[in-house]
C-alpha cells in the first residue's frame, strides 16, 4: 500500500514560479516511481511529469518541457515539481501518481493517486 499526499499549491502571476511537493509513504521505493498528473477545469486529467527510481530517468509533456522539473528526495520520500514561467493554462489541480507504469511515460497514472493540490496562474 502507497499513500501519496500533495501540497505546496496556490495562487500565483503569470512568470511566477511554484513548487509543489508529493510525500509518499508506504512501500514506494518498490514501486517504479512517482509522477505527476494535471486536470483543469472542463477538461481531462492530462500527464505532466514523472521520475524513475531506475536511474532517475525523467518524462515530461511538451506543453510544460523547459519549464518544469520534477526531482525526487529518496530519503524523504518525496518527489518535487518546480515550476517556472508559470502560465494561465498551466492553472490545474496538480495530483500526485505512484505504483507501477505499463508504458513509459505512464500516461494513464501509476496505480496509487493523492487528493490534489490547486495551482491557479492569473494573467
Known amino acids: 500500500q502507497v499513500h501519496l499526499e500533495e501540497s505546496g499549491g496556490g495562487s500565483v502571476q503569470a512568470g511566477d514560479s511554484l513548487r509543489v511537493s508529493c510525500a509518499a509513504s508506504?512501500?514506494?521505493?518498490?514501486?517504479?516511481?512517482l509522477g505527476w498528473f494535471r486536470q483543469a477545469p472542463g477538461k481531462e486529467r492530462e500527464f505532466v511529469a514523472v521520475?524513475?527510481?531506475?536511474?532517475?530517468?525523467?518524462y515530461y509533456a511538451d506543453s510544460v518541457k523547459g519549464r518544469f522539473t520534477i526531482s525526487a528526495d529518496n530519503a524523504k520520500s518525496t518527489a518535487y515539481l518546480q515550476m517556472n514561467s508559470l502560465k494561465p493554462e498551466d492553472t490545474a489541480v496538480y495530483y500526485c501518481?505512484?505504483?507501477?507504469?505499463?508504458?513509459?511515460?505512464?500516461?494513464?497514472?501509476?496505480?496509487?493517486w493523492g487528493k490534489g493540490t490547486l495551482v491557479t496562474v492569473s494573467s
Open positions: 508506504g512501500r514506494i521505493f518498490s514501486t517504479d516511481g
Open positions: 521520475i524513475r527510481w531506475a536511474g532517475g530517468m525523467t
Open positions: 501518481t505512484g505504483g507501477w507504469a505499463s508504458s513509459w511515460p505512464p500516461r494513464d497514472g501509476m496505480g496509487y
